[in-house]
């Protein structure tokens, strides 16, 4: 393994870009913190990266695209950075996954407030969602048309 491979330890858990590995046998109440931790990267790591990328465009502009290179798909980028800019950090629900926020990312922030609450209130995946959100476009071009 590189040495200079990025890597975050905690405790007897290695976790590296391609895997986790571990010291020995660690007892069971050590691993809900490292497990927890995957997780959280794992929900959160969409955000960060169109976060990342639209603070980076803003400052540098085009120029700041050498700096993901081919890491990511040209798509995945534009999408994550859409939705990270189209859904404010005020509205975002940490509950909810990003695809739920994706499915909002459309509609004025008022209703992104609204439909993403009763998400999580309601239990609703990114599917029930994303049919909710369509079911209300579909209501909100109707009434105008009256």
Partial sequence: MPTNEPHINLGPFHFRPSGMQMDGRP???NWRGP?????WCQRASPWWIGDLINAGEDIFG????AVWGETLSTDMVSRYASVARR???RNRRPKLSWSAHAAVARLP???QRRMLALAEK????????????????RTQK????K
Avoid at 35 to 39: D, E, I, R, V, Y
Avoid at 62 to 65: G, L, N, S
């Fill in 142 to 145: 109707e009434a105008q048309s």
């Fill in 109 to 111: 922030h008022h209703l």
């Fill in 87 to 89: 859904v404010p950090q």
């Fill in 27 to 29: 007892p069971l109440e």
């Fill in 35 to 39: 497990l927890q931790f995957a997780m």
């Fill in 122 to 137: 309601e239990g609703w995946n990114s599917d029930d969602l994303q049919k909710q959100v369509r079911e209300l476009v």
């Fill in 62 to 65: 085009e120029e700041f695209a």
